[in-house]
């Protein structure tokens, strides 16, 4: 593959409106939903490990309890020679144990009472303290690691850079969230790992072409700096496309074959990485062109 010549600082404009109509969109999503659709890890909830016959899958279970009227999360646990499952399901405060014996008699009545061990092996609730504890953390993680990444960049580059990269990283959590709130997907302690792995991804792609571009400002002196940054994206271009492809294809095998428990997981993945390689491109590197316009300018008016 040859290297290309695409002028992508020409299209910044156009690029940096898109991304702030989809983040626009997401938070009149957010205003209107009242907020995002918490899954039982945050708002609380039952969990229930059980014993089943082997001849039961996670998708009879499912829909023996979906007959009922009864949404959970369901996967296996342990060693797949017991056949242990967790279901998950909200809870109420004042009637936990009637949930219970609804889950007991929907897998009784659809599956048969001989495929379920019965009393189950054991029964948590999980309540609103909890979940409160988890959101929380689940902030702290995120503030936590794009500070620490500032800080990273900001010594091995320049703070404009670590500006850029912390921008572009929030560009994509915001567009991961929008996407989740367009398709009323629930916010779960999956969807923070995938969002945390989506900021190393992301950031890895872009500290690629920022390096790329580092070393060419040090080549290419005399080059106008749109030109370097130009330059150094369709330089990398060839790799990006490399990764973000592979990467692609195993996520969709996961997003199509992986079932319902990772399919949240899949598809905020699948989104970050689309989101990641746009920015790296469009939103990371142009705030660099922008910055060094702006400096330009302001030392013209000092010497005027």
Not at 76 to 99: D, M
Not at 126 to 140: D, E, K, L
Not at 235 to 240: A, G, Q
């Amino acid at each position: 593959m040859k290297i290309p010549n695409i002028n992508f600082v020409k299209f910044r404009y156009i690029a940096i409106s898109i991304s702030l109509i989809v983040i626009i969109a997401g938070i009149v999503f957010f205003v209107m939903n009242k907020g995002f659709d918490l899954g039982i890890d945050f708002k609380g909830g039952i969990m229930v490990q059980l014993k089943t016959d082997e001849s039961i899958t996670t998708a009879d279970l499912r829909e023996a309890l979906n007959k009922n009227g009864i949404t959970a999360v369901i996967q296996k646990y342990g060693v797949p020679e017991k056949h242990e499952f967790l279901i998950r399901t909200s809870a109420q405060a004042t009637n936990n144990k009637a949930i219970v014996k609804n889950i007991e008699n929907a897998l009784s009545a659809n599956l048969g009472a001989d495929k379920i061990v019965l009393p189950f092996i054991k029964t948590d609730l999980v309540g609103p303290t909890i979940g409160a504890y988890i959101t929380r953390q689940s902030i702290w993680l995120i503030l936590i690691s794009l500070i620490l990444i500032m800080i990273y960049i900001a010594i091995r580059f320049e703070f404009i850079f670590s500006v850029a990269a912390v921008i572009a990283l929030l560009h994509d959590v915001l567009i991961v969230l929008a996407f989740l709130l367009f398709t009323h997907k629930e916010i779960t302690v999956s969807i923070i790992a995938a969002i945390l792995t989506l900021i190393g991804y992301s950031l890895n792609d872009t500290i690629v072409v920022f390096d790329r571009i580092r070393e060419d400002l040090k080549k290419y002196k005399t080059i106008p700096y749109a030109t370097i940054i130009n330059r150094s994206i369709n330089e990398t271009l060839k790799r990006t496309i490399v990764t973000s492809l592979t990467t692609l294809f195993a996520v969709l095998s996961i997003f199509y074959f992986g079932g319902p428990v990772l399919h949240d997981f899949a598809f905020a993945i699948l989104v970050g990485i689309i989101s990641g390689t746009y920015s790296s491109i469009f939103i990371a590197s142009p705030i660099l062109v922008e910055r060094n316009l702006h400096k330009a300018i302001k030392e013209e008016k000092e010497k005027a």
